[in-house]
């Protein structure tokens, strides 16, 4: 299933939004409402969007569970008070999760709100510390096969995905009110026990669990050989307290990277863009030529691991990520019908390349390495957070790209002096932003020259 953009043309293959899997059937057909609310979040949350069969055409009228046939379709975004300059199809689109502002109070139909889903026991608020042994308590095994040996707990938000968490005050939707810093994203809210081979493709971005016949249902999003055949449609009872905001953020962080190729197709892209004004964040619309959509888009750098030791949520640390080999195709040919997680019997056989996806590592090479990457100092930590903050700022504000963070890194690496237009600060105030006013700049040595730096004048 393939999905345009009535605001741009179709010449030479350039303006495909996004396209599906059409694995609902072995005709090809695949469930309505999980492209329209996929297209809806590309769109900045248009829940008022809809999809046409030609350009120009009707409003499909199909209910969210029909099944909506492979083909070409079109998701239009109707006029708001607003109007749009120029074309006033070309809507804008979010280029990157990052930029992807979360629909507080407003979720879309049909997708369940914690304050109205059935009540059950709970069990205390653990300690940040606790929260994979919590998980798994709750949860009892796999959510999804039902399996309850070596489970890991995998969050929905991602763990590096905490600016972002911040930004968007995704903290009220937690349980637990107290955490903090690097453990912002360690609630129970935020997490599920998932076996480790479908917590590595979850991580993957392999598969989603969305809405169907009002029910939450695993749906994958690429082909596989063995988990998509087995797992796709499964009806998983999720316990209460799992947010189904997060359930809706873990979707969009899965969705927004497959529009990458849309965006870089250009020349000219409307997109949103998250800036900052006054005491919040608010999206803004602006069309962008290829070379400014580029480092936008591009995907930052992931920052330094307080904690490793194997994948996010798995014993014995609670941080960190392996790398993942890559996804191999299957034959197409998913199930078609919704079945219950508790009642499917499966069994997991070693693969060939299980050495390559949990490479054998030593416990001293692993403490050695922890104790590597940990900051050093409390105040260290602290200007790391910083630092992570105001990077995430110049991706989102093309203002602040006037700075070469890398080459500022570099000389600071090396002991050597800031840039004397900037006072002897190593960026420009914009880039630095407001946080780092107040701080000690180092001392800016009049007599001594770089090379390729700034000549004493």
């Given at each position: 299933i393939f999905v345009r953009h009535p605001g741009y043309s179709d010449a030479g293959g350039k303006n495909e939004l996004l396209n599906?899997?059409?694995?609902d059937s072995p005709d090809g057909g695949l469930?309505?409402?999980?492209?329209?609310?996929?297209?809806?979040?590309?769109?900045?949350?248009?829940?008022?969007?809809?999809?046409?069969?030609?350009?120009?055409?009707?409003?499909?009228?199909?209910?969210?569970?029909?099944?909506?046939?492979?083909?070409?379709?079109?998701?239009y975004v109707p006029l708001t008070d607003s109007p749009r300059e120029g074309d006033p199809?070309?809507?804008p689109i979010v280029p990157t999760f990052e930029h992807w502002p979360f629909p507080h109070d407003d979720l879309p139909p049909g997708w369940l709100p914690r304050s109205n889903a059935p009540a059950g026991e709970r069990l205390p608020i653990p300690a940040a510390s606790?929260?994979?042994a919590y998980v798994k308590q709750r949860d009892q095994g796999c959510q999804i096969s039902g399996d309850r040996d070596q489970i890991e707990r995998a969050h929905l938000c991602p763990r590096h995905e905490d600016v972002w968490f911040r930004a968007n005050n995704m903290r009220r939707y937690n349980r637990n009110q107290n955490l903090v810093l690097a453990y912002l994203l360690d609630?129970?809210?935020?997490?599920?026990?998932?076996?480790?081979?479908?917590?590595?493709?979850?991580d993957d971005a392999g598969f989603i669990f969305t809405r169907k016949q009002q029910q939450w249902v695993v749906h994958f999003l690429r082909e596989t050989y063995n988990l998509g055949p087995t797992y796709h449609n499964t009806v998983?009872?999720?316990?209460?307290?799992?947010?189904?905001?997060?359930?809706?953020?873990?979707?969009?962080?899965?969705?927004?990277?497959?529009?990458?190729?849309?965006?870089?197709?250009?020349?000219?892209?409307?997109?949103?863009?998250?800036?900052?004004?006054?005491?919040?964040?608010?999206?803004?619309?602006q069309?962008?030529?290829?070379?400014?959509?580029?480092?936008?888009?591009?995907?930052?750098?992931?920052?330094?691991?307080?904690?490793?030791?194997?994948?996010?949520?798995?014993?014995?640390?609670?941080?960190?990520?392996?790398?993942?080999?890559?996804?191999?195709?299957?034959?197409?040919?998913?199930?078609?019908?919704?079945?219950?997680?508790?009642?499917?019997?499966?069994?997991?056989?070693?693969?060939?390349d299980s050495k390559e996806r949990f490479p054998e590592t030593s416990a001293e090479a692993d403490l050695e390495q922890q104790k590597a990457q940990q900051p050093a100092t409390w105040?260290?930590?602290?200007?790391?957070?910083?630092?992570?903050?105001?990077?995430?700022?110049?991706?989102?504000?093309?203002?602040?790209?006037?700075?070469?963070?890398d080459e500022a890194e570099a000389r600071i690496a090396q002991g050597l002096p800031g840039k004397r237009k900037h006072g002897g600060a190593y960026l420009c105030m914009a880039c630095l932003g407001d946080e780092y006013l107040d701080e000690d700049l180092p001392p800016f040595d009049n007599d001594k020259v770089i090379d390729g730096g700034d000549q004493p004048m």
């Open positions: 599906f899997l059409a694995n469930h309505y409402g999980t492209v329209w609310l996929s297209c809806a979040i590309i769109a900045g949350n248009a829940w008022n969007g809809y999809l046409t069969n030609i350009r120009g055409g009707h409003r499909l009228t199909l209910d969210y569970d029909a099944l909506l046939p492979k083909g070409i379709y079109y998701f199809e070309r809507y606790k929260m994979t609630d129970g809210t935020n997490g599920l026990a998932l076996r480790p081979d479908l917590h590595t493709e979850f998983v009872e999720l316990k209460e307290e799992i947010s189904p905001e997060f359930l809706l953020v873990r979707m969009a962080w899965a969705i927004l990277p497959r529009v990458r190729t849309f965006v870089d197709s250009g020349p000219k892209r409307t997109v949103l863009l998250r800036a900052p004004a006054d005491d919040e964040e608010i999206s803004v619309a069309e962008l030529g290829i070379e400014a959509l580029t480092k936008v888009t591009q995907p930052p750098k992931k920052p330094r691991k307080i904690q490793t030791g194997g994948r996010e949520g798995a014993e014995p640390t609670n941080g960190g990520e392996t790398g993942r080999v890559n996804d191999r195709p299957r034959d197409p040919g998913f199930a078609t019908d919704l079945v219950s997680s508790t009642s499917r019997e499966t069994s997991i056989s070693c693969s060939p105040e260290e930590y602290l200007s790391e957070i910083k630092v992570r903050v105001l990077k995430d700022r110049r991706v989102r504000d093309p203002a602040l790209l006037c700075c070469d963070y």
